[in-house]
């Protein structure tokens, strides 16, 4: 069972094949050998997302979306996390890849590595 940083790091190289959705985030969450500190599931949720976010990662609209592949609140972490809470708790169902957002790895040069 991975650690939070060990998650991170293998969804940043993942990230260079494909984005990461948030249904593999929420399995991730289930394997960590650590608890993400916060109150309840949607706070250690929010916790390992602004790990992912801190290490680089760009959230964005789905593939599917129209406009697919946006970028979301122009990569302000704060604003993210905020628009995750919500879209979150608005869900009357487990989430599917169709929901929410992804994790995009940027490919500039510039790119923060976990």
């Known amino acids: 069972m991975p650690t939070m940083k060990e998650e991170v790091s293998g969804f940043w190289e993942y990230a260079t094949i494909d984005d990461v959705t948030f249904p593999s985030v929420l399995d991730a969450l289930r394997e960590l050998t650590e608890t993400p500190p916060g109150q309840d599931d949607t706070e250690r949720m929010l916790h390992f997302v ?11 609209s789905s593939p599917y979306a129209d406009p697919p592949g946006e970028p979301w609140c122009d990569g302000d972490r704060d604003a993210v996390l905020r ?31 976990a």
């Open 50 to 60: 602004g790990l992912m976010l801190d290490q680089g990662f760009i959230a964005v």
């Open 83 to 113: 628009r995750i809470r919500q879209e979150w708790e608005a869900l009357d169902h487990e989430p599917t890849f169709l929901d929410l957002c992804w994790f995009h790895r940027p490919r500039e040069n510039g790119a923060k590595r």
